[in-house]
């Protein structure tokens, strides 16, 4: 594991006792889009809270760049979360602050900046995420799909290595969720970075992910990895191909 750009090495989540996941081993190449799926209540969100640093696995270890996570002290492994951009499900945009003052405050907070180039890093990542103008916008002021790329935007603003997307297009109708898509896509060409999304949306599947793991509720791991097009044609789980081929008859 310890070769890939990202690992998750036999990983466990428990909760009181309560098993959600175990033994969930996978690696994300750099540079791709990999995608957890899986039907709700099957862990999806606890792996990427898992992987970030946000809730402790009761087993396992994360590895970037073969570098053990959880096994690091305290500052090595706030130093590697410094290199990931989370893109939260609600956007996480504080309702207090303009949308310039929302992207800037990672920038504030981690770098050395001058408050005028902090200004100017702030109007690039809004520009770059289509809400050029909109600086000095409130949360409240903009539509859904707007706060998703607002909060993109923040994401982004320390150039991290690996963004992490949490059910990006929840709440976006599909419009609006296609562009979401779309500006993944450009975003990980443009910035370079590896890109973890947690959805169960398939026309974002399916349009996004060059690999990914589905994880089992019942099962309680995960029971297939590889490239959605391919377990659609391939995979002889029928939970799997149940889950990909939702709505073929409707």
Not at 132 to 140: L, S, T, V
Not at 154 to 177: Q, T, V, W
């Amino acid at each position: 594991m310890s070769a890939a750009f990202v690992a998750v090495d036999k990983l466990t989540m428990a909760f009181d006792g309560y098993v959600v996941q175990r033994d969930v081993s996978f690696a994300v190449r750099r540079g791709e889009i990999f995608v957890i799926m899986g039907g709700s209540g099957s862990g999806k969100s606890t792996l990427m809270r898992s992987m970030t640093g946000l809730v402790r696995p009761a087993a396992g270890e994360v590895f970037y760049e073969g570098r053990p996570f959880w096994a690091a002290d305290d500052e090595q492994r706030a130093a590697a979360q410094r290199r990931l951009g989370i893109l939260f499900q609600s956007g996480a945009l504080w309702s207090s602050l303009t949308l310039a003052e929302n992207v800037g405050l990672p920038l504030t907070q981690y770098t050395t900046l001058a408050s005028s180039e902090v200004a100017e890093v702030v109007a690039l990542k809004l520009s770059l995420v289509g809400l050029k103008g909109f600086e000095e916008f409130y949360p409240a002021e903009i539509s859904g799909g707007m706060k998703k790329r607002a909060g993109l935007a923040r994401a982004i603003a320390l150039d991290p290595d690996i963004l992490f997307f949490d059910e990006p297009s929840a709440g976006l109708d599909p419009i609006s969720s296609r562009r979401l898509d779309d500006l993944i896509l450009e975003l990980r060409d443009a910035l370079g970075a590896t890109v973890i999304v947690v959805t169960h949306e398939l026309a974002s599947i399916f349009a996004i992910a060059d690999n990914s793991v589905f994880l089992d509720a019942e099962a309680r791991t995960a029971i297939a990895h590889g490239n959605p097009h391919q377990l659609i044609r391939e995979c002889d789980n029928p939970k799997v191909r149940e889950f990909l081929r939702r709505g073929e008859h409707d």
